[in-house]
């Protein structure tokens, strides 16, 4: 995420540490979940890049491998990275749980969870 020149809107993006998907868009059922909450989701898939980690002030990684991943990408490093769990509260895991296997519930607790860290997020980037 990078702060937009209005102090208020910010510039999010989505990119995952592996390209096998690179393309495609989200799985249907992510879509569906998220369309039920009002959200279109219709970006594609890609892999996240060295100049992603100096154009965005803040990387999100859902869980501690892919946090690694991140890490051990070769280039400048600006951003701050950081954990979803960074987020939220002690109720919730560290880890984001992969939702493919979890049907359609794995994917609503995947959404909750996201939604339950973006008032946090939001505050973080506003105070950066």
Do not use: C
């Not at 879509?31 to 890609?46: I, M, N």
């Not at 060295?50 to 490093?77: C, H, S, W, Y």
């Not at 939220?88 to 339950?116: C, H, K, N, R, S």
Request: charged share 25%; proline share 5%; glycine share 8%.
């Amino acid at each position: 995420m990078k702060q937009h020149q209005n102090e208020t809107e910010f510039i999010v993006d989505s990119a995952g540490t592996i390209g096998y998907h690179q393309g495609k868009p989200a799985d249907a059922r992510m879509r569906k979940t998220v369309a039920r909450r009002g959200y279109d989701l219709h970006s594609r898939s890609r892999k996240i890049s060295p100049t992603d980690l100096t154009e965005f002030d803040l990387i999100i990684a859902m869980d501690r491998e892919n946090l690694q991943d991140i890490k051990a990408i070769d280039g400048d490093v600006s951003a701050s990275i950081k954990l979803l769990s960074d987020f939220l509260g002690d109720q919730w895991p560290t880890d984001v749980p992969d939702p493919y296997y979890g049907g359609d519930q794995g994917f609503e607790y995947v959404v909750d969870m996201i939604a339950a860290a973006v008032p946090k997020i939001y505050d973080h980037l506003s105070a950066m």
